[in-house]
């Protein structure tokens, strides 16, 4: 998702220092234009605007506030941007630490990065927003501002990534009953998205499942289970009881449980699947 976003990034015309985890993964950014830093308070150093794309908690923290962590090498009126879909709790950390910050998740798949139309939630003071817009034009198609506190942008991205598992989660089920049946999966995909349900979340997932191309993975099965955990720490915090949320999460860990940490999240139409006797499993 990340080289997605800084491709867009280099094509809107911004210069653009990059930073990676893993050695190797920046090249390609280089060769089309971007600066590759040795750490993250390198490619901090003198920057109007950074953006942190990381996969959870633990990786914002390290490059955040770890050895060599952007946090202290952000130039006066600098603007970090957070894209990353992590803890409530860890978005009020990053708040209140030194300099402006604005928490900015994303919803779309990378496909959707690398063509520049992501959804933006952006949480931040409007001071901030207005330095990291230019940033969110270049790698997005709208952006939504959800007021001056930060971390009800990250709220609010996982309860849309808790949506999106719930909704693939009830296809899993309603076509492991179809398939039991006889039915044509891919006849009852058409049914369902020429009729109730025609939104993309819909077309985009009940081809997934029909095909079981769990394969092709956007968006990891174990980055799932983090966030439908993440939204559940915070439904805790809040006392808003999500038994839907309990029950998508034990369906995440059976796929873990079963070997599929490897396969894109809508596995679940896989588990489904096998629960219902089918695929040879269970």
Known sequence: MGEGMAERVLAAGHTLTVYNRSPGKADALRAKGATVAASPAAA????EVVLTMLADDAAVEQVVFGTDGLIGAL???AVHVSSSTISVALAERLEAAPGRYVSAPVFGRPEAAAAGKLFIIAGGPDD???VAQPVFDAIGQRT??????APVANLIKLSGNFLIAAAIEAMSEAFALVRKAGVDPMMYREILTSTLFNAPVYHLYSDLVAREADEQVGFAAPLGLKDVRLG???ADTLQVPMPVASA????????MARGYENRDWSVLGRIAAENAGLNGTV
């Open 144 to 149: 939504f501002r959800v007021g001056p506190q």
């Open 44 to 47: 901090a150093q003198g920057a």
């Open 248 to 255: 998508i999460r034990d369906a995440f860990i059976t796929a």
């Open 75 to 77: 130039a006066s009126g």
């Open 128 to 130: 901030a927003l207005a």
């Open 232 to 234: 559940l720490a915070a």
